[in-house]
């Protein structure tokens, strides 16, 4: 119990301070009980809906409430795979190992710290494993429903029970787990079909849902980036693991194949593989157990090396400065004006800058980069033009490059040298704050 409320209280130090992209948008729909749309994530609605009032009299804002839940879940999680572990047959120590691991991958610190879809589904999915392989199958195939219900990635997980059935023999417990996934998952599908496959992101019109070998690199990249000094670890452990516990291989190979559709087709820091990342976590703790023995100071130096540098990486810059500045900045831009920043940004101003909090988005215009016509129309029009620049360095970024590499950094993910590139724009800096997105009236020569 000490653990987890540590685990916790870490979280909720180093929360996000405001909703980015998705998130706003979920909390917009939450709020304002539009569970009819995006319909793709609705159970997190409906339990994002709960929380926000069960949070109000403990005064805690709408944000802060899902920011923190989502820091409650990962800490669930984390307990889901202890217990996991242990009833697969580890000992406590390579399980705690496993749990050091898993509890600083990149992308478990990254959605401990916002508010998203993904730690609920995480959980689900491990209570899914659980009772699957507790000998309850009728449990494991309702937490796999409801965590289709979360995301559709959800039925994705389905590859842990099939490596578990060919390893056990026993296919009977599969088919009462997918029958009764299918049940709960078809029920509700039955209630929003029309919205889940062709409203705002519907399933079959969302044009993001392509598969290339590019997104499958970057997915290759991130697990680099999320487990970094640890993937030596990783190496070993895959020998070690499958000379002593050849399940965990059956596991992860089998997960993976079920989720090579997501690997080829969203990336997002890996974050849609977050249901294999304990498997990883395990079979990672196999190979520092070994090093420990070893090689003792050289696997504590890559530990606390793959500490300090999750951190570095993964805790998002949101915070509070950044919220004022943004808020800030939308106010003096005057009145009819047109905004330009990232998608993400927008929907952020649209959150805190819109209804029912505020009026400022009401009487400006906000667009992104992807929406070019509009962009150029706006540029040769009679309304004054700003952008709000969405590209924030990181800590690692301004701690760890010199700075010819901080420019070109700059020059390849800003927004406003994009704009001077494809448009010609002139920029004139118009309001900046410490720690805050740099504000700038655009004009054409």
Request: no cysteine.
């Amino acid at each position: 119990m000490l653990g987890a409320a540590l685990v916790m209280a870490f979280y909720v130090f180093v929360r996000a301070r405001l909703l980015h992209g998705d998130a706003a948008v979920y909390a917009q729909q939450i709020e304002s009980r539009d569970f009819g749309e995006r319909t793709l994530h609705l159970l997190y609605f409906l339990v994002g809906w709960v929380i926000v009032q069960a949070s109000k009299p403990l005064g805690l804002a709408p944000d802060t409430a899902l920011i923190v839940f989502s820091g409650v879940m990962m800490t669930v999680a984390l307990w889901l795979s202890w217990h996991l572990y242990r009833a697969l047959g580890e000992d406590e120590r390579t399980s705690g190992w496993a749990l050091f691991i898993l509890l600083f991958a990149g992308v478990m610190v990254q959605q401990a710290t916002e508010a998203e879809v993904y730690a609920p589904q995480l959980v689900l999915s491990l209570s899914a494993y659980l009772m699957y392989v507790r000998g309850r199958p009728v449990w494991a195939g309702i937490f796999l429903g409801l965590a289709t219900l979360t995301t559709p990635l959800g039925v994705l997980i389905v590859g842990f029970f099939v490596a578990e059935a060919i390893r056990t023999r026993q296919v009977k417990p599969f088919l009462v787990m997918g029958v009764v996934g299918a049940v709960v998952f078809l029920g509700v599908l039955a209630l929003v079909w029309r919205d889940y496959f062709y409203g705002t992101r519907g399933l079959l019109v969302d044009t993001r849902v392509v598969q290339t070998t590019a997104k499958g690199i970057d997915n290759a990249v991130a697990i680099v980036r999320n487990f970094h000094f640890m993937l030596p670890f990783l190496a070993a452990g895959l020998i070690i693991t499958w000379r002593s516990r050849p399940l965990w291989i059956g596991l992860l190979v089998s997960l993976l194949v079920f989720h090579i559709l997501a690997i080829l087709t969203v990336t997002e820091n890996g974050v849609f593989l977050l249901p294999i990342y304990p498997v990883f976590a395990l079979i990672i703790a196999r190979g520092v157990v070994a090093g420990l023995t070893r090689a003792r100071a050289l696997t504590a130096l890559a530990l606390a090396l793959y500490v300090a540098t999750s951190l570095l990486i993964w805790l998002q810059p949101y915070d509070q400065k950044i919220r004022d500045g943004m808020l800030e900045g939308i106010r003096r831009v005057p009145p009819g004006s047109v905004v330009i920043t990232s998608w993400s940004y927008a929907m952020t101003l649209d959150y805190y800058a819109g209804p029912p909090r505020d009026t400022l988005t009401a009487s400006r215009q906000l667009l992104w980069p992807e929406q070019h016509a509009k962009i150029v129309e706006a540029l040769h029009g009679s309304r004054p033009v700003y952008l709000m620049e969405s590209h924030e360095d990181t800590r690692a970024v301004r701690w760890l490059y010199p700075p010819d590499m901080q420019r070109r950094h700059y020059e390849q993910n800003a927004l406003l040298p994009r704009l001077e590139r494809t448009l010609g724009v002139k920029a004139t800096p118009y309001f900046t704050a410490r720690g805050a997105p740099a504000f700038y009236r655009l004009s054409l020569p």
